[in-house]
């Protein structure tokens, strides 16, 4: 492609004679245009033979099986095939192999070499095909800016829908695996049930295998802890955001504004490490001490310290809306002899209250889907309660656990983490649209 | 008329009365927002405090000092000095012979596995590497520093105190006395830790390191950056310089305020479900986790990057049009040179976010136990806040300092990343 560049140029140069005026675009520009028509057909063959690649060396190898194999079942064939590529990546030693597998791998390892050759020499003679044709238009006239330009625009159009496509791929992703999931358990026992245990049976008849999908004790478990999270922390960050608008001298403001930041910044595992190892002691002590039995993994210890992370979060919210709410308002309250505090009370605070509103509902929707905190800090029996002295689980808590460490996607147990992430999504999408929708009207007021 | 405004008080006496109260609530008002204010802090203050308190310790570590007799009759009894002999000797026994040499008075079997086990196993890894690379120590006799076991280890650093009654402890009281008896030698001291620095994970505390997290951290950073850094400036700048205002971008730009906001979890399940299930990409690998870290990532540089943007004045880009430049070329040459420092920024406050990541990576299999130091984007890994995950999870009383001693080395490099963040603002911050 470099050389195609340089080509493209000087083949530019060349049509003008040296006199670039007569050129419709500047010398670089045919550079351009050249590489592109070499890289970009190379580039669409290799994406296309990396895609197909697989599935005919591997359509190739069964052909060349033994009969007994390929009259096998669909599942037990795929196992032949993966002991075939294992053996190909290194991963088991032929040795030990049966002797028509090692032929089979020697045949695949053979044809991904006889493909990777054969990529290469299309690739080249596409590329060179493209260039060669880029070439032969160069000429005074011709717009090779606008041609360059063009797929340049349309290179940043594709980058911009990416944001929709991630949205989607979540969406279908979770959709599907949470529909298998709703095959095996009807939505409503998952939605309204009340016993949550995801064993399920490896072997009929297995005690306490009854896999039970009522998800309400994690819906219960994780608005407790939220709603012990936001207890902790819309108070100190609304005040503390009030503070600093309203009283704070600058210097006070430019130093402690960053400080409560940093509170933001931190990862959510070390706040994990945080609760699980300084607060839940901390609140089990106390408890000993009052003689309440409080739980080493109490919801009390996480929800406050997820609040902790929170504070920064509602108070730079709040801080926003505050600031935004017009000096005049401030002064009319002032000449009717209001102090400051009442002014703040009865004039900023409702000025300014469906920004707070919708900082709280975004600060929920964190607290909701944070999940490392939970992890590390919450425990994981799924109790139906509402005592903040005792254990409980999240939502994200069980989808951690679920999915870390076995992978088979056709279990309930595995796709029930994926009908919980729908929930979870739905959820905070919910709460994230309404409070965008809030703060966009809000702002709109004042502006 | 004058009779009755006399009978009822007057409006400023009723004020009067009332101000020392209102006065009173002012004040209420006003200490509660600075104990607010003092309440974050302190969070902030015991967080830090919590951490480091725990953690500075593992920046050393006890070591004893063996007299260590390389001999030849238990090494390379051929005398061959061919690797794959020497590869596999039984080094354990050169350790054994050279602790049995100090305290010869140990003759009971139980005593002499306690005598044993107050050295790690690493020791013995560490005299393979030593005769391997250098097969003339055979023959020999050498002093050798050698890591002491983690709960010497924790006895020595004092966060398992002597007074507890034995049976509560790991170590025994003869381990102890033998334990005294070197120290007074001075064949037992705490030196800096440097394997912490360069060893990869490890079930034995006093052998794990950070070093295999923080390649696998930094290769996922590499995945991460090469992927949402031009997409994330490319959809900006198309957003904010090309694109006409119509339903379809508004629909992009709901989109991409919806998914700064998603829990980043949700994430994990779509690399989970797309990359590893339907594309079955290797798991475990920083190439998926790159991938989700950069559409988590995404919608952060892509705020910035317009923020940026749009700061930069209209009459740059009517200057540029008016002597003849095409839009694309006012973008490439005018707008983006003068946006790159914002948009540097915001990308590297994205990718401190994404360094810090932890909960998305766990579905994807970073959670897995690897000893070796990763060497490319396949290889499988783990990241240094699963390394952090896992550590806090572990039992044994020395993986706590571990775990604290690598949350001060995240935290340390999120520190930077914000600062040269902060640094760049300053720097390049233009005020038109």
């Known amino acids: 492609m470099v050389a195609c560049f340089y080509f493209g140029r000087r083949r530019a140069l060349v049509v003008s004679n040296g006199d670039i005026r007569k050129l419709n675009s500047l010398p670089v520009y045919y550079g351009y245009y050249t590489a592109l028509w070499c890289g970009i057909p190379a580039f669409i063959i290799f994406a296309f033979w990396q895609f197909s690649e697989s599935a005919i060396i591997t359509n190739l190898v069964i052909a060349g099986l033994p009969e007994d194999v390929t009259s096998l079942s669909k599942q037990q064939l795929n196992l032949v095939i993966n002991e075939i590529r294992n053996i190909v990546n290194g991963n088991i030693v032929a040795g030990t192999a049966r002797p028509e597998i090692a032929a089979a791998a020697d045949r695949y390892r053979e044809l991904q070499t006889i493909s990777n050759i054969a990529l290469f020499v299309v690739m080249m003679a596409f590329g060179l095909t493209g260039a060669a044709y880029a070439l032969s238009r160069v000429d005074q006239q011709h717009r090779a800016r606008n041609k360059v330009e063009n797929t340049i625009l349309v290179f940043l159009i594709a980058c911009s829908t990416i944001a929709i496509f991630t949205t989607l791929g979540i969406v279908l992703s979770v959709l599907f695996e949470a529909i298998r999931f709703f095959q095996s358990v009807p939505i409503t026992d998952f939605l309204f049930g009340l016993q949550w245990s995801p064993q399920t049976a490896i072997r009929p008849g297995q005690v306490g295998a009854s896999g039970a999908f009522g998800a309400v004790p994690l819906f219960v478990g994780t608005m407790l802890v939220s709603v012990i999270a936001m207890v902790v922390a819309v108070p100190i960050g609304l005040m503390s955001a009030i503070y600093l608008s309203e009283y704070a001298s600058s210097r006070l403001r430019a130093l402690s504004k960053p400080m409560l930041e940093i509170l933001a910044g931190i990862p959510t595992v070390v706040y994990g490490f945080f609760a699980a190892l300084t607060v839940a002691p901390f609140f089990r002590g106390w408890g000993e001490s009052l003689g309440l039995d409080i739980s080493s993994e109490s919801a009390l210890a996480a929800g406050v310290v997820m609040g902790i992370m929170i504070i920064p979060f509602v108070s730079s919210l709040s801080d926003d809306v505050i600031y935004a709410v017009p000096q005049s308002l401030r002064d009319g309250a002032y000449s009717l002899g209001a102090t400051q505090s009442e002014t703040i009370r009865k004039i900023v605070i409702p000025a300014a209250l469906p920004g707070i509103v919708a900082g709280i509902l975004l600060a929920v929707s964190r607290a909701i889907g944070e999940t490392m905190i939970v992890v590390m800090a919450a425990g994981l029996a799924a109790n139906l309660t509402i005592n903040p002295l005792e254990s409980v689980t999240t939502v994200t808590v069980q989808i951690v656990t679920l999915l870390v460490g076995d992978q088979e996607f056709d279990s309930p147990k595995t796709l029930a983490a994926f009908a919980l992430g729908l929930m979870l999504f739905v959820v905070t999408l919910i709460l994230n649209v309404i409070a965008l929708y809030v703060v966009k009207k809000y702002r709109e007021q004042y502006e | ?432």
């Open chain 2, 1 to 432: 008329m004058n009779k009755l405004a006399s009978s009822r008080p007057k409006t400023i006496d009723l004020i009067n009365a009332s101000l020392p109260k209102r006065h009173l609530s002012e004040k209420l008002f006003r200490s509660i927002g600075l104990i607010s204010i003092m309440m974050g802090l302190m969070f902030l203050f015991m967080l830090f405090y919590g951490i480091v308190s725990k953690g500075y310790t593992a920046f050393q570590q006890t070591f004893i000092q063996l007299e260590m007799n390389f001999d030849e009759q238990l090494l390379d009894p051929e005398g061959t000095r061919h690797r794959d002999a020497l590869s596999t000797v039984d080094y354990s026994g050169l350790v054994k012979a050279s602790l049995g040499k100090m305290f010869p008075d140990v003759t009971d079997r139980n005593e002499k596995r306690l005598l044993y086990s107050l050295v790690s196993t690493g020791a013995t890894y560490q005299l393979r590497k030593m005769v391997m690379d250098k097969p003339a120590l055979i023959g020999q006799a050498q002093q050798v520093w050698v890591p002491a076991d983690d709960e010497v280890d924790m006895l020595i650093k004092g966060h398992v105190m002597r007074d507890v009654p034995e049976t509560e402890r790991r170590l025994r009281d003869v381990q102890i006395s033998w334990l005294d008896q070197l120290e007074a030698k001075e064949k037992l001291v705490l030196k800096f830790n440097t394997a912490f620095f360069t060893n990869g994970d490890s079930r034995e505390p006093e052998l794990a390191g950070i070093w295999g997290a923080l390649m696998g951290s930094i290769y996922t950073l590499i995945v991460t950056l090469i992927l949402s850094f031009p997409m994330g400036v490319a959809t900006a700048i198309y957003l904010e310089e090309f694109a006409p205002k119509n339903k379809w971008t508004d629909l992009i730009e709901v989109n991409i305020n919806n998914l700064a906001a998603v829990p980043s979890i949700i994430f994990g399940l779509l690399g989970l479900a797309v990359f590893i299930n339907f594309m079955s990409f290797p798991r475990s690998a920083p190439l998926v986790g790159g991938l989700v870290l950069a559409f988590m990532t995404l919608p952060t540089i892509i705020i910035a990057s317009r923020g940026a943007l749009k700061s930069v004045p209209p009459s740059i880009r009517e200057a540029a049009l008016g002597v003849g430049a095409s839009a694309m070329q006012t973008v490439y040459f005018h707008v983006l040179p003068l946006a790159i420092p914002g948009i540097l920024t915001g990308t590297i406050i994205g990718m401190a976010r994404a360094l810090g990541e932890t909960a998305p990576l766990l579905m994807i299999g970073m959670v897995a136990f690897i000893v070796n130091i990763p060497s490319n984007i396949f290889d499988p890994a783990t990241v240094l806040p699963v390394q952090i995950f896992l550590w806090a999870d572990s039992p044994e009383r020395a993986f706590v300092e571990r775990t604290s001693a690598a949350i001060m080395v995240l935290l340390g490099f999120l520190f930077i990343m914000n600062a040269l963040a902060i640094i760049l603002r300053k720097k390049f911050e233009r005020r038109w």
